[in-house]
Structures are given as structure tokens and as C-alpha cells.
């Protein structure tokens, strides 16, 4: 009898999976290939961006904290609310260009919440409203267009919420007060501390640190979740710079010192608007 080789008592011996194997081994490779593709080698679609993007957004990072962050002295407020929301009845009609992409929101007040000392649910509500019905606000360069209403699902609810359910759900990982939007919840949580209070950047402006919060969060709510810096010592703050904590980049810097504001010195006056010079003009 002649001798099989190796090769043929292989064969012989796994029949048809001989020829399966190879083509496993292939594919194995392929897709460990594909795993290890860095992510700055793939498409930057929506689906990409929307797994980078947190749910939680304009909460600080773990840093350190600024004294400029610290919560200012003033008013009394409760620390701990009921967890749940009361809607604000009423609505407005649409501001913004009818060609914008439009936002739909509602103004809710944790229960638990006493709005008396500030004005009752109305007043809180209407100067949300006034807020961004401003042509300073996000209207102004005809990109989107808000209407308030009481009436089927919103794009976000802008909530006035205590500190401990602003921790429940914008995180606490340093110790100050904040507020955020959280896309898992479509809530804007505005912190109770804060508008009762105002922050120390804000020198006891309290009416314009109202709306800078108002702007600030509901732009993170619209499409806009990164933080800029301070751009030029003596320069109008961005809305989108953490005016809550300080207005001068290197105590910004403290709090996320792998962020995008840089160890600079460069300090910002407050400012409440994304336009503060109202509708940018037409080049």
C-alpha cells in the first residue's frame, strides 16, 4: 500500500472541514482586523457621534474646584424636592424663523419646590419664555425657532429642580452646584441653588445670570454640547463657556484640565447671550 503523507491523512481525517478551516481562519483575521481599527479611521456619521456624545451634558469634570465655582451666599432653598415635575401651564407662540428647525419645549417645577419668594410657577415660566424669545438669544441667526407648549411630547422640558435631583441626574462628581441637560431624561435641569443664588462670576446680577443659565443649558439641549474658553482677556464670555464656575480660563482649567480651555489667564466679562450683539450679519 503506498504511504499516505501528512497532508493526505489531514484530509482524511476532517473530510470536508479541511476546506472549511482555512476560510475560517481567514475571516477570523478580518474581523479581528476590523476591531482594532482606530475610531479616527471610520466614517463620521451620526451614528459615530451620537455613541461619543454623553447623555449627560454641561455637568463639570472631576477636577478642581475653583473658589470662583463656590456657590455664593443668599437666599434660603430646599436642598431636596419630591423627584417629580409639575408642569407650568400655558404655551407661546412660535419665535424664530418659520424656515428654522424648531424646538418644541415645556417649563416643569419639581414638586417639592416652594417658586413663592421668586414670583410663583407663572413668573418663572415667563421669564424662560422672555429668555428665549430674545432677539439676543438663539433665534437670532435664523437657525432654530422655539415654541412653549402644554400639549403633546416636547423637545426637551427646561425644569427648575433641586440640588439633590440635579446630582441624581447630572452627576457629582465634584462638589459643586451645577445644572445640565440629560438627553436620557429630555430634561434641562436647572438648578434651584443656582437661580435662587446666582454664581460669583455674575458679581449679583442675579436677573442676568437667570438667563445665561436659560441659554447655556437649552444650548446644550439644541445641538451644542462642547464648552469654549474665555477667547480674549477683557472679551464678552461665549454663552457656551462654564460661566457657573468662573469666567477666567485658568479656573476653568482647573476643573478639566484635559478640557478645551487652556492655563491661560485670559478673562471674560459675563455674558447672558449666544448673540449678544444681536442677528449676526449677512456676509
Known amino acids: 500500500m503506498r504511504k499516505q503523507t501528512p497532508v ?14 482555512p476560510v475560517l481562519v481567514v475571516l477570523t483575521a478580518l474581523v479581528i482586523a476590523d476591531a482594532v481599527v482606530s475610531p479616527d479611521a471610520r466614517p463620521d456619521d451620526g451614528a459615530v457621534r451620537a455613541q461619543e456624545t454623553p447623555a449627560v451634558v454641561g455637568a463639570p469634570a472631576a477636577g478642581e474646584v475653583p473658589p470662583s465655582g463656590e456657590l455664593p451666599e443668599g437666599g434660603p432653598f430646599v436642598e431636596a424636592a419630591g423627584g417629580d415635575f409639575r408642569l407650568v401651564p400655558g ?28 414670583g410663583g410657577d407663572d413668573s418663572v415660566a415667563r421669564m424662560i419664555d422672555a429668555t428665549l424669545a430674545n432677539p439676543k438669544s438663539w433665534t437670532a441667526d435664523g437657525a432654530v425657532a422655539f415654541q412653549r407648549i402644554t400639549r403633546g411630547e416636547p423637545a426637551f422640558r427646561v425644569s427648575l429642580t433641586s440640588p439633590m435631583t440635579v446630582r441624581e441626574n447630572c452627576g457629582y462628581d465634584i462638589e459643586l452646584e451645577a445644572s445640565c441637560y440629560n438627553s ?19 458679581e449679583g446680577d442675579i436677573g442676568s445670570y437667570r438667563q445665561y443659565l436659560v441659554n447655556h443649558e437649552v444650548g446644550h439641549a439644541i445641538g451644542f454640547p462642547a464648552h469654549e474658553p474665555c477667547p480674549a482677556d477683557g472679551a464678552l464670555a461665549p454663552i457656551m463657556m462654564q460661566q457657573t464656575f468662573g469666567v477666567n480660563n485658568r479656573e476653568i482649567h482647573r476643573l478639566d484640565p484635559e478640557g478645551v480651555v487652556p492655563d491661560n489667564d485670559d478673562t471674560c466679562r459675563y455674558n447672558a447671550w449666544p448673540f449678544p450683539d444681536g442677528a449676526p450679519v449677512a456676509r
Not at 8 to 20: E, I, L, S
Not at 106 to 112: C, I, R, S
Not at 184 to 202: D, E, H, I, M, Q
Open 8 to 21: 493526505g491523512r489531514f484530509f482524511a481525517t476532517w473530510g470536508w472541514r479541511a476546506y472549511a478551516i
Open 184 to 202: 436620557a431624561t429630555g430634561r434641562v435641569y436647572l438648578n434651584l441653588a443656582r437661580w435662587v443664588r446666582g454664581a460669583r462670576s455674575f
Open 91 to 118: 404655551g407661546t407662540d412660535p419665535v424664530g424663523r418659520p424656515t428654522a428647525e424648531q424646538f418644541t419645549y415645556t417649563v416643569e417645577v419639581e414638586n417639592g419646590i416652594d417658586t413663592v419668594d421668586f
